[in-house]
C-alpha cells in the first residue's frame, strides 16, 4: 500500500466519507469512524464555546470592579466554563473522537466491539450536553464543576439539570469505555499481541479502565445531591447529622482519576507522535505501557490531594499526599523514553512535533509544580488561589489540549484524506504554545500573591498581571481561530494527502487514507510491532 | 496471541445435581447468617455476616455465573471491582475515623442557616428535634 | 443477535462470545462501583454514629428482610438451573424455570412493598420525613436514608431484572434459544445473580448487625 508516485487528483472512491451523503446516513451510522468524526465535531463546537465563556472570564477580570458582568453572572460563567470543558470537550475528546476512529484501524478490526452501543453513546452525550447546557442558560448554577456541598444543595440555582446532563453524559462514557476494553481484548488481528499494540491503544485502554470504574461513583454521588435537593435526603447536609467531606471523598474518586482520563489519552497520541516525527521505535516500550496502567491504578489513590484544606484527618493528607507524589514517576519515565526517542531520531519539524514538544514542556512544568502542591504545607499557602488554576490549566489545557491539537493535524490526512497547510500549522502552534505560556504564567504569579481563584474582583495592585494574562488568551484565541481557519479551508481545498502523507509506520497507516467503510479489504497481517522504522544508511545500526 | 476467544471448558460445566449441591449450600449459607443473629452477637457479628456474605458472592460468581468455566480476563474485571470498592471503603472510613474530632458531623456547635437564605427551603437549618434529646 | 451475523465483524464465533461475556463482566463490574458509593456512605455513617445505627437497625423487620433473603436466593437457584436447561437444548424447561424466577422477584418487590408501608406508618423515613419517636434523629435519620437509598437502587434492579426474565422466558417457551444459542440467557442470569449478591449484602448490614 505505498503512496503512488504520480499526485493523485481526488480522494479514493470507496472511502467512509463517501458512503452516503445523508445527514440521515451519518445519523445512523455505526462505523465507528463516523461516530468518531461526530464525536469530534461536537467536541470541536463545545471547545469553541467553553473557550468564549474563558475569554469572557478574561474580559471581566482585566479591570477591578465590574468590567461586563457582576458577581453572579461572573459565577455562572466560571461554571459553564468548567462544566463545558471538563464533561463536554476533554473527557470525550480524545477518546471518544481519535479512540473511536483509530483503535480498530489500529488493531486491524473492521469496527469495535458493540457498534450499536458506540452509536448509542453519541446519543448519550448530546442528550446529555443539553440538559446541561439547558440547564446552564435557563437557571445557570453558579457552583463550579465540582458542585461542592453544601453549597450545590442549597443555592437557588438551577443545579439539577446540570446535574442530570452530567449524569447522563457519565453514561456516554462508561459505554465508550466499556466498548474499547472488549474491542481490544476480543477483535485484535491474528499475530497482534498485547505487546506488540500501539502505544495509543495501550492509552485508551488505560483510559477505558479509569472510564468504567470511576464513572459509577460519579453517577450516584450526583444522584445524591440531587435527592438532596429534591426531598431533603439529608445525606451530605450537617444539620441533618451528614458530612460534607463525604462528598468530596466520592466526588474525588472519580473526578481525580478523571483527570487521567484526559491526560493518559494524551500521553497515547504523544507516543504515537514522537516515533513517527522521529523515525524511531518508542525507547523502552514496555516502560511506556507499565507506566500507563501504573498512572491508571496509582490515580485511583490520590484523590483526597483535593481536600488538604477541608478538614480531613492529618493521617489522610499524608497518605495521599505521598500516593500523590508516585503519579510523578510514571509521568516522569514517560517524559524520559519520549525525550530519549526524539534523541538521535531523525525529525521532521511538523505541527504535531511542535505540539508534542510543547505537550512535554507544560506536562513536565505543570507537574513538577504538582509535585509541590503534594507537599502538603506548601499546598496549604496555594489552596485556592489562581496558582492552582494556573496548575490544574497547564496539565489539562496545556497538556491535553496540545495533545488534542498534535492528534488533530496529525490524524487530520488519515480522517479526511488531505493536507493542510505546513507553514502556517507551524506558525499557529508556535502562537497557540506562546499565548498559552503567557495566559498561565502571570496566574502562578498572581496566586502566590494571594489572588483567589473564583473571584470577579480584585484589588488594584493585581491588574498589570490581570491585563498580561488577558493578552495572552486574547493569542492563543488568535492561534485557535487560525487553527480553525486553516483545517475547515483544508477539508474542501487542501491537497490530497496518499495513504500515509507522514511516512509513518503507525498501523493506523496501514490502511488506505481516509478508510474504507469496512476498513481492510483483507485482514492485515503485523510481522512487526509499531513504528519499526529501517535504520538509516548513514547510521551504523544498534542492536536491533 | 490474537483477540481472545471464548474459552468455555465443558469439563468444568456443573451437572443438575451440582447446581443443585450448590444451591443448597446457599440456602444454608443464608440460614447459618439468620441463625448466627438470633444468638447474642458483638463486635465480630458484621465481619462475620459479611464473610460468610462473600462466601456466598463467591459461589454464585464462580458457579452460577460461570467464572470457572471462562478465561481468566472475566474474573480478573470482577476482582479489579472489588479491589477498588475495597479502596474506596477502606480508605474513606479510615479517613473519618482518624479525622481531628470536631470535624466529625455533627460538629461541635448548632448549624445557622446560611445569611440571606434563612427563608430558602433546604437551607441548611438546625434540625427539628423529633425523638428524644441525644444523651 | 442470531449466531450468522458473526461471521465478518468478528473473527469468530468464540470471540463473539467472549467480548459478549466480557462486555457483561464490565457492566457488572460498573454496578458494583455504583452500590459501593452507597456502602461507602454506610460505613463511614456508621463509623460515626454507631449507637444511632444500632438503635435504627432494632426497629427493622428482621423476619421480612430474611424472607425477601431466601426468595431471592431460591429464584436464583432457579436461574442457574434454567441455563442449564438450555445449555441442554430444553429451551421450553428453561423457559418455565426463568418465568418461576421472575414471579419470586415479583413476590421479593411485593414483600419489599408492605415493608416500606410499614416504614411510612412509623415515620422511620429519610431527611425531613423522619418522625420516628424511639430513636433519635440525628445519625438514625441518615440509616434510614441509606436504608431506602440502597433498597431502592436495588428494588429498581429487580424490576429491570424481572422484565428481563420474562421477555427471556416468553422467548425460550417460544423456542428461540438452543444449545447453541444461549447467550442471552446466560447473560440474563449473570444480571439476575448480580441483583441478587448486591442483596446478600444489603441484608446483612441493615437487617442483622
Redesign the interface.
Given at each position: 500500500m505505498s503512496p503512488s508516485a504520480a499526485e493523485p487528483e481526488r480522494l479514493p472512491p470507496d472511502n467512509y466519507l463517501a458512503d452516503g451523503h445523508t445527514l440521515w446516513s451519518w445519523l445512523t451510522t455505526k462505523d465507528h469512524k463516523r461516530i468518531g468524526v461526530m464525536f469530534l465535531g461536537l467536541t470541536l463546537f463545545f471547545f469553541f464555546m467553553g473557550g468564549v465563556f474563558a475569554l469572557a472570564l478574561r474580559i471581566e477580570l482585566l479591570t477591578p470592579g465590574r468590567t461586563i458582568m457582576g458577581h453572579l453572572a461572573y459565577n455562572r460563567m466560571f461554571t459553564l466554563h468548567g462544566v463545558t470543558m471538563v464533561w463536554l470537550f476533554m473527557i470525550p475528546a480524545i477518546p471518544s473522537a481519535f479512540g473511536n476512529f483509530l483503535v480498530p484501524l489500529m488493531i486491524g478490526a473492521r469496527d469495535v466491539a458493540f457498534p450499536r452501543l458506540n452509536l448509542a453513546s453519541v446519543y448519550l452525550y448530546v442528550l446529555g450536553a443539553s440538559i446541561a447546557l439547558w440547564g446552564m442558560f435557563e437557571g445557570g448554577a453558579d457552583t463550579g464543576w465540582t458542585f461542592y456541598t453544601p453549597y450545590s444543595t442549597t443555592t437557588g440555582t438551577a443545579v439539577l439539570p446540570v446535574l442530570l446532563g452530567v449524569f447522563i453524559i457519565g453514561f456516554s462514557t462508561i459505554v465508550t469505555g466499556l466498548n474499547f476494553i472488549a474491542t481490544v481484548h476480543t477483535l485484535r488481528a491474528p499475530g497482534l499481541g498485547w505487546m506488540k499494540l500501539p502505544l495509543f491503544v495501550w492509552a485508551v485502554y488505560g483510559t477505558a479502565i479509569i472510564q468504567v470504574l470511576a464513572t459509577p461513583v460519579l453517577g450516584m454521588v450526583l444522584l445524591l445531591v440531587a435527592l438532596e435537593r429534591v426531598v431533603g435526603a439529608g445525606i451530605f447536609d450537617p444539620a441533618r447529622g451528614g458530612d460534607p467531606l463525604l462528598f468530596q471523598h466520592l466526588f474525588w474518586f472519580y473526578s481525580h482519576p478523571a483527570v487521567y482520563i484526559m491526560v493518559l489519552p494524551s500521553m497515547g497520541v504523544i507516543s504515537e507522535a514522537v516515533s513517527a516525527f522521529s523515525r524511531k521505535n518508542a525507547l523502552s516500550y514496555r516502560m511506556i505501557v507499565y507506566s500507563t496502567l501504573g498512572i491508571s491504578f496509582v490515580g485511583f489513590f490520590t484523590w483526597g490531594h483535593h481536600m488538604f484544606a477541608s478538614g480531613q484527618s492529618t493521617f489522610g493528607a499524608g497518605a495521599f499526599g505521598a500516593m500523590s507524589m508516585l503519579v510523578a514517576i510514571f509521568t516522569a519515565i514517560k517524559i524520559f523514553s519520549w525525550l530519549g526517542t526524539l534523541y538521535r531520531g531523525s525529525i521532521a519539524v511538523e505541527a504535531p512535533l511542535i505540539y508534542t514538544l510543547g505537550f512535554m514542556f507544560f506536562l513536565f512544568f505543570g507537574g513538577m509544580i504538582g509535585v509541590a502542591y503534594a507537599t502538603t504545607s506548601l499546598n496549604l499557602h496555594w489552596h485556592d488561589t489562581y496558582s492552582v488554576v494556573a496548575h490544574f490549566h497547564f496539565i489539562m489545557v496545556g497538556a491535553t489540549v496540545m495533545a488534542f491539537l498534535a492528534a488533530l493535524h496529525y490524524w487530520f490526512p488519515k480522517m479526511f484524506g488531505r493536507t493542510f497547510p505546513g507553514k502556517l500549522a507551524n506558525g499557529a502552534a508556535l502562537l497557540v504554545i506562546f499565548g498559552f505560556i503567557a495566559t498561565f504564567v502571570p496566574q502562578f504569579l498572581l496566586g502566590n500573591l494571594g489572588m483567589p481563584r473564583r473571584y470577579a474582583d480584585y484589588p488594584p495592585h493585581f491588574q498589570t498581571l490581570h491585563v498580561a494574562s488577558t493578552t495572552g488568551a486574547s493569542l492563543l484565541a488568535f492561534g485557535l481561530l487560525c487553527i480553525a481557519g486553516y483545517l475547515a479551508w483544508s477539508l474542501r481545498y487542501g491537497a490530497i494527502a496518499g495513504d500515509d502523507p507522514w511516512g509513518s509506520e503507525g498501523f493506523e497507516w496501514k490502511s488506505q487514507s481516509p478508510p474504507p467503510t469496512h476498513n481492510f479489504p483483507v485482514t492485515p497481517e503485523y510481522p512487526t510491532g509499531p513504528h519499526e522504522y529501517a535504520p538509516r544508511e548513514a547510521e551504523v545500526p544498534h542492536a536491533a | 496471541?490474537?483477540?481472545?476467544?471464548?474459552?468455555?471448558e465443558p469439563g468444568r460445566?456443573?451437572s443438575?445435581s451440582g447446581?443443585?449441591v450448590?444451591?443448597v449450600g446457599?440456602?444454608a449459607l443464608?440460614a447459618l447468617?439468620?441463625l448466627l443473629?438470633t444468638l447474642p452477637?458483638g463486635a465480630w457479628?458484621?465481619p462475620v455476616?459479611?464473610f460468610?456474605?462473600g462466601v456466598?458472592?463467591v459461589l454464585?460468581?464462580l458457579?452460577?455465573?460461570?467464572l470457572r468455566e471462562?478465561?481468566g480476563?472475566?474474573a480478573l474485571?470482577?476482582l479489579?471491582?472489588?479491589v477498588?470498592?475495597a479502596?474506596?471503603?477502606a480508605?474513606?472510613?479510615?479517613?473519618?475515623?482518624?479525622?481531628?474530632a470536631p470535624?466529625?458531623?455533627?460538629?461541635p456547635f448548632p448549624?445557622e442557616p446560611?445569611p440571606g437564605?434563612e427563608s430558602?427551603p433546604?437551607?441548611?437549618?438546625?434540625?427539628e428535634?423529633?425523638?428524644?434529646?441525644?444523651p | 443477535m442470531p449466531p450468522e451475523a458473526a461471521t465478518e465483524h468478528w473473527g469468530s464465533e468464540g470471540a463473539r462470545q467472549q467480548a459478549a461475556h466480557l462486555g457483561m463482566w464490565i457492566f457488572i463490574a460498573t454496578e458494583v462501583l455504583l452500590f459501593a458509593s452507597l456502602f461507602t456512605s454506610y460505613g463511614v455513617y456508621r463509623s460515626v454514629y454507631p449507637e444511632a445505627f444500632r438503635a435504627a437497625q432494632l426497629t427493622m423487620d428482621v423476619g421480612l428482610g430474611t424472607l425477601n433473603t431466601f426468595l431471592l436466593v431460591t429464584s436464583s437457584i432457579l436461574v442457574a438451573l434454567a441455563v442449564h436447561a438450555v445449555r441442554e437444548d430444553r429451551p421450553g424447561l428453561g423457559g418455565v424455570l426463568l418465568g418461576a424466577a421472575a414471579l419470586l422477584g415479583i413476590v421479593f418487590l411485593a414483600v419489599k412493598g408492605v415493608e416500606y408501608a410499614h416504614h411510612v406508618k412509623e415515620g422511620s423515613l429519610p431527611g425531613d420525613f423522619y418522625r420516628l419517636r424511639e430513636v433519635p434523629q440525628v445519625g438514625a435519620s441518615l440509616f434510614f436514608t441509606l436504608y431506602f437509598l440502597l433498597t431502592g437502587f436495588h428494588a429498581l434492579h429487580v424490576t429491570v431484572g424481572v422484565g428481563l426474565l420474562t421477555v427471556l422466558a416468553v422467548r425460550s417457551a417460544s423456542g428461540t434459544f438452543s444449545a447453541a444459542y444461549t447467550t442471552p440467557v446466560e447473560l440474563g442470569g449473570m444480571y439476575w445473580h448480580l441483583v441478587d449478591v448486591i442483596w446478600l449484602f444489603v441484608y446483612p448490614i441493615l437487617y442483622l448487625s
Open positions: - | 496471541m490474537a483477540g481472545e476467544d471464548f474459552v468455555e460445566r456443573l443438575v447446581v443443585l450448590v444451591g446457599l440456602l443464608t447468617t439468620y443473629h452477637h457479628s458484621l455476616a459479611l460468610i456474605a456466598k458472592g454464585i460468581a458457579f452460577y455465573m460461570h471462562q478465561r480476563s472475566n474485571v470482577l479489579t471491582s472489588v477498588f470498592v479502596v474506596l471503603l480508605v474513606c472510613v479510615l479517613e473519618t475515623l482518624t479525622r481531628f470535624t466529625i458531623p455533627p460538629g448549624v446560611l437564605l430558602v433546604r437551607a441548611a437549618r438546625p434540625p428535634p423529633a425523638g428524644p434529646k441525644q | -
